[in-house]
């Protein structure tokens, strides 16, 4: 069992940026393919970026690349979403998430029922 405690979230100006942290806790975080996704008011939940268990491989979605960067500190359990030239159509509660790699074969999992693991959220806000 592993839970996640995203942080980081809060309020920026259009064209500011933000790190987001996923903390985990349980001994098989290093194992864990992890993603972060991001739902805004009235909209369905979205991909943003997925990371593998071993930091190895990263995916974006089409929205945020070349603007976000995720990474990951396994001795640390920690997630990370580097969040730059951010713009009013970011805001939403970005949610880290994770799943078991049994294997240790990276596939990149982009959907949010591939995720096992959820944390509980954090806010986001760009303003214009």
């Known amino acids: 069992q592993v839970q996640l405690v995203e942080s980081g979230g809060g309020l920026v100006q259009a064209g500011g940026f933000l790190r987001l942290s996923c903390a985990a806790s349980?001994?098989?975080?290093?194992?864990?393919?992890m993603g972060w996704f991001r739902q805004a008011p009235g909209k369905e939940r979205e991909f943003v970026a997925a990371?593998?268990?071993?930091?190895?491989?990263?995916y974006y979605g089409d929205s945020v690349k070349g603007r976000y960067i995720i990474s990951r500190d396994n001795a640390k359990n920690t997630v990370y979403l580097q969040m730059n030239s951010l713009k009013p159509e970011d805001t939403a509660v970005y949610y880290c998430?994770?799943?078991?790699?049994?294997?240790?074969?990276?596939?990149?999992?982009?959907?949010?029922?591939?995720?096992?693991?959820w944390g509980q959220g954090t806010q986001v806000t760009v303003s214009s």
């Open positions: 349980g001994r098989t975080f290093s194992t864990c393919d």
């Open positions: 998430a994770g799943t078991a790699n049994l294997s240790g074969r990276y596939r990149p999992r982009l959907r949010a029922d591939e995720y096992v693991y």
């Open positions: 990371i593998s268990w071993s930091g190895g491989s990263t």
